[in-house]
């Protein structure tokens, strides 16, 4: 998508991601808007777009120096697409972002499968980046020998993810991730991709909520609000990430050129389905609470399974037809 997206902080972490070309950070503690239950606060429009109706193929770029224990975390979510698992489930979750279609009526794929994975730790753009930095990355990638990433206009959908020890500029002081597409020009084709940071050691409580508290943040409430819960898979930065890279699957796939399924009159810095719900993962969810999630034995948060044992915890999109936020462990 053509999204230069603005993760923004609402509550001790509700994350809008916005295409837009100048973001600013705003933090509002406890004023996220709850989408759960009506129809009137969203006015999505279909712009005649494409949506990624294709089955996609993922192609990871690890920059920077990785942890493998995370990597193998990204890789099982990753993989739980399209893997059957205990419902509530990953694949579940897509459900709802299959039910976007573009102008022929197609529906978004229900189809993703891990690729292919190329591995920058040598820093081809460096330790610091921008925004156009990632294009050039993604050029690296598909054109370093002996073993480049392929370049695939057709199914080809790229993460690139960097590690701690990289600096990106306005990540968590504005930013967690954003989407865009390639210019041919830099890359070589029009290919849809998204940047998203491992906040653990730079600012897990900017965008690891709920598994972090935010500087500044209020206690927690009586009523759950403001509460910090355990990541399912040990690590708040990861288990932060994977729902960064839900969110932005979600509207790369549902808005690839910023010109398919957003709401708001500026395609600039329109609101898109992942936007419409944020810091929701469960019913009852906003004005700082999660919603309703299940939690193991260990104190662990978690709304769906993956592959291989793995619980994760995603936030919710909207659902065109309930015309509402929904995620496939709401309890109505």
């Given amino acids: 998508m053509d999204k230069l997206s603005c993760y923004v902080l609402l509550l001790l972490s509700f994350f809008c991601f ?25 006015n999505l429009v279909y712009h005649m777009g494409p949506v990624l109706s294709s089955p996609i193929k993922l192609y990871i770029i690890w920059y920077g120096n990785w942890n493998s224990t995370h990597q193998a975390t990204i890789r099982d979510f990753l993989n739980s697409f399209s893997s059957p698992a205990l419902s509530p489930s990953v694949a579940d979750w897509w459900k709802t972002v299959r039910l976007y279609t573009d102008q022929t009526g197609s529906n978004i794929t229900d189809s993703l499968s891990l690729s292919g994975e190329f591995f920058d730790s040598r820093l081809s753009n460096g330790v610091r980046l921008n925004r156009l930095s ?44 954003f989407h865009y597409f390639s210019f041919p020009s830099i890359v070589g084709a029009t290919v849809p991709y998204a940047w998203i940071g491992y906040s653990g050691t ?54 690839p050129l910023v010109n398919a399924w957003y709401a708001g009159d ?10 419409m719900c944020l810091g929701m993962y469960g019913s009852g969810g906003g004005g700082g609470y999660v919603g309703k999630v299940s939690t193991d034995a260990g104190g662990n948060g978690y709304n769906v399974n993956g592959v291989k044992g ?11 037809v309930k015309k509402r936020c929904f995620g496939p462990n709401a309890m109505d």
């Avoid at 695939?152 to 600096?167: A, C, H, I, W």
């Avoid at 793995?310 to 065109?320: A, E, I, T």
Wanted: aromatic share 6%; hydrophobic share 40%.
């Fill in 18 to 42: 916005r295409l837009d070309l100048s973001w600013s950070l705003v933090t509002r503690f406890n004023r996220a808007p709850n989408n759960q239950g009506s129809s009137d606060l969203a």
């Fill in 134 to 177: 990632m294009q050039h990355i993604i050029k690296n990638a598909v054109t370093s020998k002996p073993s480049p990433l392929p370049l695939d206009p057709r199914n080809g959908l790229y993460l690139v993810l960097t590690s701690s020890d990289v600096q990106v500029d306005e990540f968590c002081r504005a930013v967690c991730g």
């Fill in 202 to 255: 730079q600012c897990p409580g900017v965008c690891a909520y709920p598994f972090a508290r935010p500087l500044g943040a209020p206690p927690p409430s009586a009523m759950g609000g403001n509460d910090i819960m355990r990541p399912p898979n040990g690590d708040a930065g990861v288990d932060g990430m994977i729902s960064v890279i839900a969110h932005e699957l979600a509207e790369s796939s549902s808005n």
């Fill in 266 to 275: 500026n395609p600039i810095a329109p609101d898109e389905i992942a936007d």
């Fill in 310 to 320: 793995r619980r994760f915890l995603v936030q919710w999109v909207w659902d065109p």
